[in-house]
């Protein structure tokens, strides 16, 4: 079944605007990971939050984990229109033996100009 | 310098033909992986590969047979094509546990 949520399905912005993604997910897990994708490309990994972690930040990204609630955040500030993509998260679940990223259903972000 | 290629980039078939997607990662990661992602963009991991080794197998027909020859690559052969195939098939890898995956740019194959 489906290991992550996201919410919103879509989000609308302007430029400058931050947006904030969230992710909802089942069960427990050994890191969080968030990836873009732009129309018609491949996924780029973003940024890994671990488990033990509660917050991450990489340049414009602000990335939240909240194992308790079994929920992320993704926070993208000063958006640009360049920001424009579907955003997933994925979860490599526990005790399984190997890694296996699980994808939500993800978000489409338009940063319009 | 790609890290992740996947050929080819499009695939037009017909429904019962026979097609291969080939993988190749030059990143020296152990592991690789091909995930589908259907019209709606869900993604879902249908093999992974740990230095050759088959690690994962998500409950895929039979007729997808994954194959690979050395760790930097994984190819993936489906017979007997259907309309349902019709997906975006991405190959990824990674180095061990905890770690953050490469995709390729994907292989968008339409059965006919």
Known sequence: SQQGEEDPQALSIQEGENATMNCSYKTSINNLQWYRQNSGRGLVHLILIRSNEREKHSGRLRVTLDTSKKSSSLLITASRAADTASYFCATDAENTGFQKLVFGTGTRLLVSP | ?112
Not at chain 2, 35 to 54: A, G, P, R, V
Not at chain 2, 71 to 93: P, Q, R, T
Request: glycine fraction near 8%; aromatic fraction near 10%.
């Open chain 2, 1 to 112: 310098d790609t890290a992740v290629s996947q050929t080819p980039k499009y695939l037009v078939t017909q429904m019962g033909n026979d097609k291969s997607i080939k993988c190749e990662q030059n990143l020296g990661h152990d592991t690789m992986y091909w995930y589908k992602q259907d019209s709606k963009k869900f993604l879902k991991i249908m093999f992974s590969y740990n230095n050759k080794e088959l690690i994962i197998n998500e409950t895929v027909p039979n007729r997808f047979s994954p194959k690979s020859p050395d760790k930097a690559h994984l190819n993936l052969h489906i017979n007997s094509l259907e309309l349902g195939d019709s997906a975006v098939y991405f190959c990824a890898s990674s180095q061990g546990p905890q770690g953050g995956y490469t995709f390729g740019s994907g292989t968008r194959l339409t059965v006919v």
